[in-house]
């Protein structure tokens, strides 16, 4: 993984849903091969993300928690690989995935990624989920690795549609 690492943004949540709004905004950025990796404990929103990031790229199948199967891969406008790394401990069972090809025009979205991000390439965004001091509030931190397009995510992020609709929603 690139060492630079930039804290874009911190988004407060306050349900699944905005959640999964907050991915598909961030999925308008997304180009091939890039890899998001998400970490957080069990409940902190992950899986919604994958699923926000699914409808954005009109996968049509339902995303499933992948904890007990530890991929999947789902058609949608790009292929969307989607890992959960938890029960993943070593370089060589990343490399068992046997996912080499399948990388080249995917988004990969990696839960428990922390765990092998040393391992990974191409890792574009972390997002880091954490809960909140309300039922269903959960803190999102995003930091990207890829110096060149920091401008991109900050403006999806801070000027796009998620904060405009925020503020829309705050001046009604
Ligand atoms: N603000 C929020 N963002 C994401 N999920 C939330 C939020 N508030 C409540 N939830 C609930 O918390 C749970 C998150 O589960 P999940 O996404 O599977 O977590 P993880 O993959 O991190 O273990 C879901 O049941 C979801 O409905
Ligand atoms: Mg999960």
Redesign the pocket.
Known sequence: MSSTSELVVEIK????E??REVAKDISAILRPKDTVILT??????????VKGVATALHVKDSVV?PTFIIGAIYEGDLKLIHIDAYRLDSLYEVLDLGLDDEFLDSICLI?WGNKIADFVENVFLTVV?GFGEVE???LLKVYCHDQNRLDDVKKVMVDGLYFSRKEKEISK
Do not use: I
Not at 40 to 45: T, Y
């Open positions: 949540t306050d349900s699944a905005m959640t957080g404990d069990l409940g902190a929103g992950k899986t919604q993300f928690s839960e989920f269903n509030e959960r």
